[in-house]
């Protein structure tokens, strides 16, 4: 199994004291962490990215490009569908796409978040294995 420091999880947020703390919390589990402010800036961090993030930790109510948008958009590349993605939504709206593998309510608690982080890692390195 890869080591926390060995995934890669981009966090994608336009609130920026939860994309910070969010942020913070995985990096200070050992995870390397990139982040976005909406869906437009996510989409150039992906496609212009070396290496594709590991897991995509995602807000659907943005400015500038929705994160229902880049669902979308992950869904029409072939290479970007491989993403999984955790939704962080205060609708509590599961949105209808292929690369979403959870979805956690806002407000939540960040023990939550870890929780499904670690569980969707520890599947996707189950996966490869």
Request: aromatic share 4%; with cysteine.
């Amino acid at each position: 199994m890869k080591a926390r420091g060995d995934f890669h999880i981009l966090v994608v947020e336009d609130h920026e004291e939860i994309r910070n703390s969010v942020c913070d919390v995985l990096e200070n589990e050992g995870y390397r962490v990139s982040h976005a402010k909406d869906g437009l800036e996510a989409l150039a961090t992906v496609i212009n990215g070396a290496k594709a993030p590991d897991l995509c930790v995602l807000d659907l109510m943005m400015p500038v490009m929705s994160g229902q948008k880049l669902l979308e958009a992950l869904q029409e590349d072939k290479q970007l569908r491989k993403i999984p993605v955790i939704v962080m939504t205060a609708s509590g709206v599961k949105p209808e796409s292929p690369v979403v593998v959870a979805t956690i309510a806002k407000p939540f608690a960040i023990q939550d978040l870890l929780d499904l982080v670690t569980f969707q890692l520890n599947r996707l390195s189950a996966a490869k294995a």
